[in-house]
Each structure stands twice: as structure tokens, then as C-alpha cells.
């Protein structure tokens, strides 16, 4: 057996970034040459592209799934999701009096919000499933619906306390998900360190939570004065004095809002969320073994701001290629404390399941780079 | 060559040595020895780095080659080296993927729009009135209703039957014109057969062949049924986008546009038929398309100073206005009456407290045909200035 050397860096993402843009944009090409059909076979490129330059202690995780699977799932939820819903949304609204077509519409939504908390574990079990590390597989044991409907009740109280609840609500969901993660048969375990899980969470998160007005009137102040330069530039003037005001005046003020509203508030929610995510690491356990993250408040903006940009003037094309900076940024910034006892590690006992996704695309939860 | 080898059962890997024969790899793990054939090997890497090497059916097993060490293996068994082993897919397969796309959007995109009129000339009744109900609610949202207009109304409803004599408009006791206030110059048929007809577009027209121009092209779209077509070819599309790329949404959106006013639009080939067809009526009524051509005159030039933002919505589709114009235009004749007398076409100018309209009104053209009495009606429409069945002189 070869001796478990401590590597320097346990985890490293190795993936270079044109390389990474390379798939991408030749999946975003393919994807609206088949209208959007080959994102199955698009998704799976990227991640197997991902997973295999994640090296941890010096070995490649590895992507197992397959684009039919995914295509699967996807014939599977058109008369399991995408008939009824279009009898709930096309059909019903047309040829049904209004008051029963308008409880049919609430109906379907309160189903759909656990439904797609459901879907997202479902996916999440796909992904896992379909990860290996030294061919010993990881998987997602536990109920889908559980965590749905408790997924639930946290959003309601997150509403009832204005977002309030939040902080407890992340943490509760990160715990029902490590808790029923396993690395082969050797489950991760979400450990109580003896604090509140929430430590170290509550001042970022009122910093984002007071920062929102803040980050709105400031982009709205923003806005206007940049439309009022180009007004007094003479840049946005109707063509004839009794000419309506040039629409390109909203569009610019529009866009201008929604660039500054959308980077004050990941300037402000950035402090709460390398928080949350370093704190859910350190509660983290497989065998003994902890985890520690170290992301950074300033440096994640940078990583976000960098992978909203590339989702949005790709039009979404190019999403996974943010996904990818975003992994590349938790992985080399994870350490491990300790080292599980891999040889008693044996493989994974949890079904693998057949397709995935299904509901998880419909839903579109997943950009291509995966959830894991 | 030295390789490691990971047994599937534990999360470690083991030193071993591996030696490449002409079809099969033997592995030797201390005093065991293990042979992989090639065709049951598969790669489980992607070509990044060194290669590795796995089993089907997948037993877990997998053995690591250094990144140097792999030329042997390349040389004997080259099959593990092509694009498919390292799982891109086959050309076949985007080429299927782009035919079933191409496919699926032409039943959708084309052959839901081809089957659009035989659907919509079979959906009954209480559907339609139900699918008004939903672009009534629209209309109301943006539009009010004029307590001064019944007068007005019942001109516009005369008229209306006039230019209907000639037409084969299944239920004609259906249609009927209202009059709304609203900050926008349009006109438009709605599925129960109703035609709306804003303030702002009495104010522009400036005299009644004008409007009744505009009432002729409505009652074309109505006698062909366009409004629930075109709610069935937007029905269509809608689902193909929600189905085939995925989410619910967008498509939801655009099939539910059509019955609203955003969504009164018509193709190209609808609006060029409701305007044949329109003419045929003005014709049949001895009125005169030449203030339809005027009209559109006008539109093209208010288009050219002001773009096509400021043009109403009703003349902003396909064709071309300034073709639609030299149409109406070939067929106008000239010395015949207007299709509403000066008294009348106060009264309908007077709609919707048209003050501000008549102060701004033109000066009478000179030159047509005398414009004391209207061209006569062809069929006696009904008296009264309500639709049958209405409550509170609004249609429903």
C-alpha cells in the first residue's frame, strides 16, 4: 500500500482558465445549435472537466455520469412534470373560470416550492453518486422529502422574520446534507464544536440585511447622475424638441441601477457569505478528520462579481465557466485537518440511482458546473 | 513499468508493477497478479493528466499510470486513446440532437401555426367568452370606460353592420365596438368578437373614413377567426420554449401575452388578408379607401420623424405601411360619401370628453363628396347603444 504522504495542499483545482473557456464556449455553441438540447451532454463535458482536475492528496476526482442519464431524466419529467404544468399554466388559465384555474395555479405553487427543494437533494444525490475518488464512490443517504419539507418550514420562517432566520436556515440545510453525505461507506458527519453553528454569522448578515436599502439608494443616486452627464452631453436628447424623451434615458439609468444594485450587494453579502462557508467547513468531519476553509471577504467578492459578470453578458451561455472560478476558489482555499483512515474506508453502499436531474433541470438549478 | 492500483474496496491505492502484452495488461500486486483485457478497459481520466484506467461494468478498480508512462500502452492498444474513450460524444449523436431539435421546433413553430385555424374554428363558445374575460380584464387594466360614449357607440355599431353586409362574419349579433379612454391610438379585435377602439385614435383620424378604415380591417381579423389564432400559434411556441429549453416561464409568458393587449399582434400574412379583406368591405359600402391610404400616410411620416416608437401599435406590424397605403390607395374612389355624416362624427369626436379633440380637430376637407348625408346601411343593425346581454352598458 502506498504510504499516505501529508501532501502540501490536500485539495487543488488545477483547471486553467481558458482551458475551462474553451468547453464552455464550445458547449454554448452547441447548445443553441440543438436549442438548448445538448445541455445534457454540455453539463457532463464540464463536470467531468471539473471533477478531474480536483486533485485531492495528489489524485484526480472522477465523473461518472453520462449525458443519457441526464437526457433521461429529462424525457421522464416531460409527462411527470412538464404535462401537468402545462395544463396548470397554458391550458387551465384559457379554458377554466378564473377563481378555479387561480387555486389550481396556487395549488401547483405550493407543491412546486417543496418540489424543488426535493429536486435539488435528488441532484445533489446524482452528483455524489457519480463522483469518485480511488474509485470509491460518494453518495446522498437519507429522504429527499424530509429535507424538502423541512426546507420548507426554514423558508417560511426566513419570510416571517424578514431574513432574519436566514443564518440558521443555511446551517440547518448544510447539516441535513453532511449529515447524510457519505465518502464510500464512511459517512461525513455536520459535528457540534461546543458553539453556536451560527457563530461568526450574525454581523456579516446584518451588514448585508441594512446594506440592501443602502445598496439601492445608492445605485439609484448613481444612476441618475450618470444619465444626467449624459443628458448634459447632449448624448440622450430627443431628435425634435416635441419628441418623447429618448427611451435610451431609462434603458442607460435601467442598466446603470441594476449594475450598482447588483455590486453594492455583493460587495455587502460578501462578508456573510465567506462566513457561512468557512463555518460550514469547520463543522464538517469524515473520520476524524476536519475541514477548514479560508475564503476572504474581499477576494470572494472579486470571484463572484467575476462569475456574475461572465452568466450575465453570456446571456447565461457561458455560466458554468463562473461555476468553475467558483470551485477553483473553495478548492484551493480547503485544507483538511487531520487524515481519515482511508484504508478502512471501504465502497459506497448507497444505491447509485438510474437517471437524475429530471426535475433539477426543469427547475433549472443547475448551471452545468454542479452542485457538489 | 511501476503503476498504482486501486482495488475498489479501499480508498488507498498499492505500488504494482504492469506489464502491456498485445490485447491484455497483467498487473502484479505483491504475490498477485490481476490480467485487464482491453476491451473491458475503459479511461477514467479525461486526458488531463496521466491516464487512468478503469473497468466495464465498473468494479471500482482503477490503475494510475504516470503521465510519462503511458506511450507503451498507447502504442498497443491506440483504442484507448480516441475522443469517444475519453467520453466525448460521437458526431452521430449531435447530429441526432440537432434533428430532433429542428424537428421538434418544426411541429411547434410551423406545424402548430398550420393547424392553428382548423383548432380555432372548433373551440367552443364558452372557451372564447372565458379567453375574452382574460383580455377584458387586460383592456380594463389599462384602459377606462367612457360614460359619455353610448351615443358614440351606437354610431360606431351602425356603421359596423354596415360594413358587415358583404362579409361572412358567422355571428355578427356579437361583434360590437366600444370606446375607451386610453393614452395610446389603437384598435383591436378581441376572441368574443368585440372591437375596442381608443380616444387617442378618434383624435387622430381626421375625418370618419378614416376610423371606418380601421373598423373594416378589424372586422376582417374577426370573420377569419385571426385572434384565436394567433392565440393558439403563441400557445404553441410557448410550450416548446418551456419544454425544450427547459424552466417554466418565459414560455408561460409569451402564450399568455397573446391574449393580452401587449400580445394583439398578427403576422404578416393575417394583417396583409384583414387589409384585402378590409377594403373589400369599404368598397362593398361605396366608401372610399383613399382616407385609409391617407391615414397611413400620415403614420409613415409621424414614423419617419418621431421612429417607430412613436407610431401606434396598430399600424407598427407588417406589411409596411407605405405599402398598405399605395393598396388602399389603388383602390380609392373618388366623389363618394363619407361614411358618417358632420353631425355624427361630432358626436363620436365628442367621446370620452373629446374637448381637447375637437379644439385640435382639422379644418373639414374640401373636395370630397358632400358630407351631409352617410352612404346608406346596407343592413339594419340593432338599436341601442348596448351589446346584447351587457350590464352597465359595458360588453362582457
Known amino acids: 500500500m502506498t504510504a499516505e504522504a501529508a501532501p502540501e495542499q490536500p485539495f487543488k483545482q488545477e483547471g486553467r482558465f481558458f482551458n475551462v473557456a474553451g468547453l464552455a464556449l464550445r458547449n454554448a455553441g452547441l447548445t443553441l445549435l440543438t436549442l438548448t438540447l445538448y445541455r445534457f451532454w454540455a453539463r457532463t463535458a464540464m463536470r467531468r472537466r471539473v471533477w478531474s482536475r480536483i486533485r485531492t492528496m495528489g489524485d484526480p476526482l472522477e465523473y461518472t455520469g453520462s449525458a443519457w442519464e441526464l437526457f433521461r431524466g429529462f424525457l421522464i419529467s416531460l409527462p411527470t412534470f412538464f404535462l401537468p404544468a402545462a395544463f396548470v399554466f397554458y391550458i387551465a388559465p384559457l379554458l377554466m373560470d378564473p377563481v378555479s384555474a387561480s387555486w389550481l395555479g396556487i395549488g401547483f405553487y405550493l407543491v412546486v416550492v417543496p418540489l424543488m427543494a426535493a429536486a435539488r437533494y435528488w441532484m445533489r444525490r446524482y452528483q455524489l453518486s457519480r463522483t469518485r475518488w480511488r474509485g470509491i464512490r460518494l453518495g446522498l443517504a437519507g429522504s429527499a422529502w424530509n429535507f424538502a419539507f423541512a426546507s420548507w418550514g426554514w423558508s417560511i420562517l426566513q419570510s416571517l422574520s424578514l431574513g ?33 453553528p451560527q457563530k461568526g454569522l450574525w454581523w456579516p448578515f446584518a451588514m448585508g440585511w441594512f446594506a440592501f436599502p443602502l445598496a439601492c439608494l445608492v445605485a439609484f443616486m448613481i444612476a441618475t447622475a450618470v444619465a444626467a452627464g449624459l443628458i448634459g452631453a447632449g448624448m440622450l436628447t430627443p431628435a425634435t424638441p416635441e419628441a418623447p424623451m429618448n427611451p435610451a434615458a431609462n434603458i442607460v439609468i435601467g442598466v446603470v441601477m441594476i449594475v450598482f444594485v447588483l455590486l453594492l450587494m455583493l460587495l455587502f453579502w460578501a462578508p456573510y457569505n465567506a462566513a457561512a462557508m468557512n463555518r460550514i ?5 469524515l473520520d476524524g478528520a476536519r475541514f477548514r476553509l479560508k475564503a476572504k471577504t474581499f477576494s470572494w467578492f472579486f470571484v463572484s462579481l467575476a462569475s456574475w459578470l461572465i452568466t450575465i453578458f453570456s446571456l447565461t451561455l457561458l455560466a458554468p465557466l463562473g461555476g468553475f472560478l467558483r470551485v477553483r476558489y473553495v478548492i484551493n482555499r480547503l485544507e483538511i485537518i487531520g487524515s481519515p483512515r482511508f484504508a478502512e474506508i471501504g465502497q459506497s453502499i448507497v444505491p447509485e440511482g438510474k437517471s437524475g436531474e429530471g426535475l433539477g433541470d426543469a427547475f433549472d438549478l443547475d448551471m452545468g458546473v454542479g452542485i457538489v | 513499468m511501476r503503476v498504482r492500483y486501486a482495488d475498489g474496496r479501499a480508498a488507498v491505492t498499492h505500488d504494482a508493477t504492469c506489464e502491456i502484452g498485445e490485447d491484455a495488461l497483467t498487473l502484479r500486486i505483491g504475490e498477485t497478479s490481476h490480467t485487464w483485457t482491453f476491451a473491458e478497459s475503459r479511461r477514467a481520466d479525461d486526458g488531463a493528466s496521466g491516464v487512468i484506467l478503469k473497468r466495464k461494468p465498473d468494479t471500482g478498480e482503477r490503475i494510475f499510470f504516470a503521465p510519462d508512462d503511458t506511450a507503451e500502452l498507447r502504442a498497443r492498444a491506440p483504442e484507448l486513446f480516441t475522443a469517444r474513450t475519453l467520453g466525448r460524444e460521437g458526431r452521430g ?25 382548423p383548432i380555432a374554428d372548433h373551440i367552443p363558445s364558452r372557451y372564447r367568452d372565458q379567453i375574452a374575460d382574460i383580455s377584458w380584464s387586460q383592456v380594463d387594466a389599462v384602459t377606462n370606460y367612457c360614460d359619455d ?10 356603421l359596423t ?8 362574419v358567422p355571428q355578427r349579433e356579437q361583434v360590437w365596438v366600444t370606446i375607451v379612454d386610453a393614452p395610446f391610438p389603437n384598435a383591436f379585435a378581441l376572441p368574443d368578437n368585440s372591437i375596442v377602439v381608443t380616444d387617442d385614435l378618434i383624435a387622430l383620424a381626421e375625418n370618419p373614413d378614416e376610423l371606418t378604415g380601421v373598423l373594416a380591417h378589424e372586422i376582417a381579423h374577426i370573420e ?73 400616410d400620415r403614420f409613415a411620416e409621424q414614423a419617419q420623424e418621431h421612429g417607430a416608437a412613436g407610431m401606434p401599435t396598430l399600424f407598427s ?8 397605403a399605395a393598396a388602399a390607395r389603388a383602390r380609392a374612389r373618388a366623389g363618394r360619401r363619407p361614411s358618417l355624416t358632420d353631425a355624427e362624427w361630432q358626436v363620436v369626436r365628442a367621446a370620452c370628453g373629446g374637448g381637447l379633440r375637437n379644439q385640435i380637430a382639422p379644418e373639414p376637407e374640401t373636395g370630397t363628396a358632400p358630407a351631409q348625408q352617410p352612404a346608406p346601411a346596407a343592413e339594419q343593425p340593432l338599436a341601442g347603444g348596448e351589446k346584447p346581454g351587457a350590464e352597465d352598458g359595458k360588453p362582457k
Open chain 2, 224 to 296: 377569419h377567426n385571426h385572434i384565436m389564432k394567433n392565440l393558439i400559434r403563441h400557445v404553441g411556441v410557448g410550450i416548446f420554449f418551456d419544454v425544450v429549453v427547459g424552466g417554466a416561464g418565459a414560455g408561460q409568458a409569451l402564450a399568455l401575452a397573446s391574449v393580452n393587449l401587449a400580445g394583439l399582434s398578427y403576422s404578416r400574412d393575417d394583417e396583409s388578408d384583414a387589409d384585402r379583406r378590409g377594403l373589400d368591405y369599404l368598397d362593398a359600402a361605396g366608401i372610399d379607401t383613399g382616407a385609409l391610404a391617407r391615414l397611413f
Open chain 2, 93 to 117: 449523436v449531435v447530429i441526432g440532437l440537432v434533428a430532433a431539435a429542428w424537428s421538434l421546433a418544426g411541429v411547434f413553430l410551423v406545424g402548430v401555426p398550420m393547424l392553428a385555424a
Open chain 1, 164 to 196: 432574519w432566520y436566514t443564518p440558521a436556515a443555511r446551517i440547518n440545510r448544510a447539516r441535513l446534507l453532511w449529515d447524510n453525505a457519505r465518502f464510500g461507506d464512511q459517512p461525513f458527519n455536520f459535528v457540534d464544536d461546543g458553539e453556536s
Open chain 2, 161 to 168: 353592420y354596415r360594413l358587415m353586409a358583404t362579409s361572412n
Open chain 1, 281 to 285: 467547513a469547520s463543522l464538517i468531519e
Open chain 2, 317 to 324: 406590424s407588417h406589411p409596411a405601411t407605405a405599402e398598405r
Open chain 2, 149 to 158: 360614449s353610448d351615443e358614440a357607440a351606437r354610431i360606431l355599431n351602425d
